[in-house]
T-cell receptor, first 115, second 110 residues
Framework: DAGVIQSPRHEVTEMGQEVTLRCKPI?????LFWYRQTMMRGLELLIY????????DSGMPEDRFSAKMPNASFSTLKIQPSEPRDSAVYFC?????????????FGPGTRLTVL | GIQVEQSPPDLILQEGANSTLRCNFS?????LQWFHQNPWGQLINLFY???GTKQNGRLSATTVATERYSLLYISSSQTTDSGVYFC????????????FGKGTHLIIQP
């Protein structure tokens, strides 16, 4: 299995630009999670989906952030407009759930730098 | 929300030494995972262990759910064990987002 795939791996952009991060979960997994890691706040949950439906987006910092999961194989996290404080590593994770296991498997992350 | 505390925050050991990392959590959990974040930033899943004991090679973990703590044991440390070890928990039913501790930064010196 290829594991969770994220793209791009690195993104450098200027303040005010739109940023789109992409994630392909492990095939057959029913849950998908977006996390953010910063030095100040550590690892924090942004949003998660079960069967493509957003369940909890209380961690999304503000309206500039949005996430979609149009199908079981793809999710996006969009920031518009981006700000320097959005600089962080963004991780996507997936889990098989459905009572079998809640183990979450993480992708390699996208390192975002907003200048 | 649930609180997760890890100790110690930093640990420096010589190669070959053994170590114990601790994770305390403030509420009952139905998911507890230990991760190793290597120097390249990858989060490697070590154990899914909401209760009980598991072993994988030189690593083992124990979670005492009734007392709300988990321990990660590393034996015969190697330099490749260096990195940050995170404990993460979830308390909701079914699939739920994880709450992470601040981690233990482990350095293994040759």
């Amino acid at each position: 299995d290829a594991g969770v795939i994220q793209s791009p791996r690195h993104e450098v952009t200027e303040m005010g630009q739109e940023v789109t991060l992409r994630c392909k979960p492990i095939s057959g997994h029913n849950s998908l999670f977006w996390y953010r890691q910063t030095m100040m706040r550590g690892l924090e949950l942004l949003i998660y989906f079960n069967n493509n439906v957003p369940i909890d987006d209380s961690g999304m910092p503000e309206d500039r952030f949005s996430a979609k999961m149009p199908n079981a194989s793809f999710s996006t996290l969009k920031i518009q407009p981006s700000e320097p404080r959005d600089s962080a590593v963004y991780f996507c994770a997936s889990s098989p759930s459905q009572g079998l296991s809640d183990t979450q498997y993480f992708g390699p992350g996208t390192r975002l730098t907003v200048l | 929300g649930i609180q997760v505390e890890q100790s110690p925050p930093d640990l420096i050991l010589q190669e070959g030494a053994n170590s114990t990392l601790r994770c305390n959590f403030s509420d009952s959990v139905n998911n507890l995972q230990w991760f190793h974040q290597n120097p390249w930033g990858q989060l490697i899943n070590l154990f899914y262990i909401p209760s009980g004991t598991k072993q994988n090679g030189r690593l083992s973990a124990t979670t005492v759910a009734t007392e709300r703590y988990s321990l990660l044991y590393i034996s015969s440390s190697q330099t490749t064990d260096s990195g940050v070890y995170f404990c993460a928990v979830a308390s909701g039913g079914g699939a739920d987002g994880l709450t992470f501790g601040k981690g233990t930064h482990l350095i293994i010196q040759p």
